[in-house]
């Protein structure tokens, strides 16, 4: 199985967009509301927002392909100083061949690259998948934390750090 990683220009926007909402129905359901993940879908991943990411030189957009077809994408940022994994969905049919871990390492190397000794991202409590693929990638739990982000939503989140 070859995976690549590519940075992530603007005319890759949709395929991204539509391949998040794929995959946010199905890792989330079940974890929190329909409302709340159309809230949020809107939030991060309207293409204006997106473009700007893109051309921020404090985050860093990248999608993995396995054996060439689009598998997922991850997206990095510099938060409070510490260098963050914002992002990192891989479709509910490409999940477990490795992509999520190669994206993860990418965005490791990242990290060091920009003089980062370490690397956090925050994960709903209830996400277990997402949570044992980041213990297996090295991350361990540093902190819980519960966010407030309108329309009477809530974030319940644990703040997980590794060392790159
Ligand atoms: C969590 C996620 C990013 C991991 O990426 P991935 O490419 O699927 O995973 P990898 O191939 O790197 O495997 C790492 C581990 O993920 C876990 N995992 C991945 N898919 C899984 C599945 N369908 N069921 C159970 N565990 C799974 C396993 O622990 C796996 O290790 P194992 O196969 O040795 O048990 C991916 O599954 C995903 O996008 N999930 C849905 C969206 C999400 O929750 N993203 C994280 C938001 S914070």
Redesign the pocket.
Known sequence: MAIDIRPITPEDIPAIVALARV??L???AGIISREQIDYMLAQRYARAGLEADIENPEKWLHQAFVDGAL??FAACEICKGEFKLD????H?G???????????AHAAALARSHGHSSMI????KH?G??I???T??GFRVRDKIVTRIGSGFVMDDYIMEKPV
């Not at 991202?121 to 709903?124: C, E, G, I, Q, R």
């Open positions: 995959t946010w199905d890792a989330y598998a997922g992002k990192l969905y891989i509910p490409m999940q477990r061949k490795g992509a999520g871990a190669a994206l993860a991202l925050a994960v709903n996400n998948q997402a044992h693929a980041y297996k990638y």
